[in-house]
């Protein structure tokens, strides 16, 4: 079964940056694509960045300029490194891989467990 594991969300102030990491395991073959959403507390979950097997990325227009998704697929490891974070950053960060491919057969999507980011003013 795959798993996906989130890391490097924490406190920051204003202005700040962050980098998150999300390792996916379990005899992967390949996975599509990756990508980050995030929640705020009374809110939906909304798309962050994602970002596809040959390297396309997508980003949601409240952080173009500020973030960047990156993968690494020799490792099934996904990155987010959040510059210039702001208050309405916070929220739970949630990984996801959509199309994994592993030894043993097919997984539409995965999801981490969440790691919280909290910008403060």
């Known amino acids: 079964q795959v798993q996906l594991v989130e890391s490097g969300g924490g406190l920051v102030q204003a202005g700040g940056s962050l980098r998150l990491s999300c390792a996916a395991s379990?005899?992967?073959?390949?996975?599509?694509?990756m990508g980050w959403y995030r929640q705020a507390p009374g809110k939906e979950r909304e798309l962050v960045a994602s970002?596809?097997?040959?390297?396309?990325?997508n980003y949601a227009d409240s952080v173009k300029g500020r973030f960047t998704i990156s993968r690494d697929n020799a490792k099934n490891t996904a990155y987010l490194q959040m510059n210039s974070l702001k208050p309405e950053d916070t929220a739970v960060y949630y990984c996801?891989?959509?199309?994994?491919?592993?030894?043993?057969?097919?997984?539409?999507?995965?999801w981490g467990q969440g790691t919280q980011v909290t910008v403060s003013s």
């Open positions: 996801n891989a959509v199309a994994v491919f592993t030894f043993t057969g097919y997984e539409n999507v995965r």
């Open positions: 379990g005899r992967i073959v390949s996975i599509n694509a």
């Open positions: 970002i596809a097997k040959d390297g396309s990325t």
